[in-house]
């Protein structure tokens, strides 16, 4: 995109308070990883944190957050997405707490949605040795022994989140020029009803 997600605006309102507005009814504490200092304040109440390890990627975010977390059981989200579906995180939360999983996440057809996934603070360490060894893959996170991991598919996902929006990220400006569209048709939407 050539510039941080975080300073990113979406009809008006910086691109990552949406994932956090959705779900807010889920959460007692929001932290957000930033890097840079990028995501200077934020209209929702929520922690900012900086990345503790600069430049590891997702599982360096993953890290960040889980080590600022006093909760055991954490839904994390990527900042750019916009359309997260509270009913499927909870009902992922739900699905690790049954299952005493240390990880849920989506596999929606062989792509792997690390990024909307839950992650119990038995990940830390497993997290830490593998950025520690240069490692940066959350796949090899998935595959640790150490950890009860679980997957939801398609077919539990779409019990949620029948269009799958949850994973509509803002990778390109095409994206938020979509994103923006699909923000207003909900709108317009969501005045319809109201009429």
């Known amino acids: 995109m050539g510039r941080s997600?975080?300073?990113?605006?979406?009809?008006?309102?910086p691109l990552f308070?949406?994932?956090l507005l959705?779900?807010?009814?889920?959460?007692s504490r929001c932290i957000v990883v930033e890097s840079e200092g990028s995501a200077?304040?934020?209209?929702?109440?929520?922690t900012l944190v900086q990345d503790?390890?600069?430049?590891?990627?997702?599982?360096?975010?993953?890290?960040?957050?889980?080590?600022?977390?006093?909760?055991w059981l954490n839904l994390i989200i990527a900042a750019d997405m916009p359309f997260a579906s509270p009913q499927l995180a909870g009902a992922m939360e739900a699905y690790a707490l049954a299952n005493k999983l240390d990880i849920v996440y989506p596999n929606i057809d062989g792509?792997?949605?690390?990024?909307?996934?839950?992650y119990s603070q038995r990940v830390v360490s497993i997290a830490r040795a593998l950025l520690?060894?240069?490692?940066?893959?959350?796949?090899?996170?998935?595959?640790?022994?150490?950890?009860?991991?679980g997957v939801v598919d398609r077919r539990f996902v779409?019990?949620?989140d029948k269009k799958l929006m949850s994973f509509f990220n803002v990778n390109t400006p095409d994206d938020l020029i979509m994103a923006t569209l699909m923000m207003h048709a909900i709108e317009k939407s969501l005045q319809e009803e109201r009429v």
């Open 132 to 149: 520690d060894t240069g490692r940066r893959s959350v796949r090899e996170l998935f595959a640790s022994t150490r950890l009860s991991v």
């Open 158 to 160: 779409m019990r949620y």
């Open 52 to 71: 503790r390890i600069a430049g590891a990627g997702p599982l360096g975010g993953i890290y960040s957050g889980l080590t600022a977390s006093d909760s």
């Open 111 to 118: 792509l792997l949605e690390p990024l909307f996934a839950v």
């Open 5 to 13: 997600k975080c300073r990113m605006e979406l009809s008006g309102r």
């Open 17 to 19: 308070e949406y994932p």
């Open 22 to 27: 959705a779900l807010r009814g889920l959460y």
């Open 40 to 46: 200077n304040s934020c209209g929702v109440p929520c």
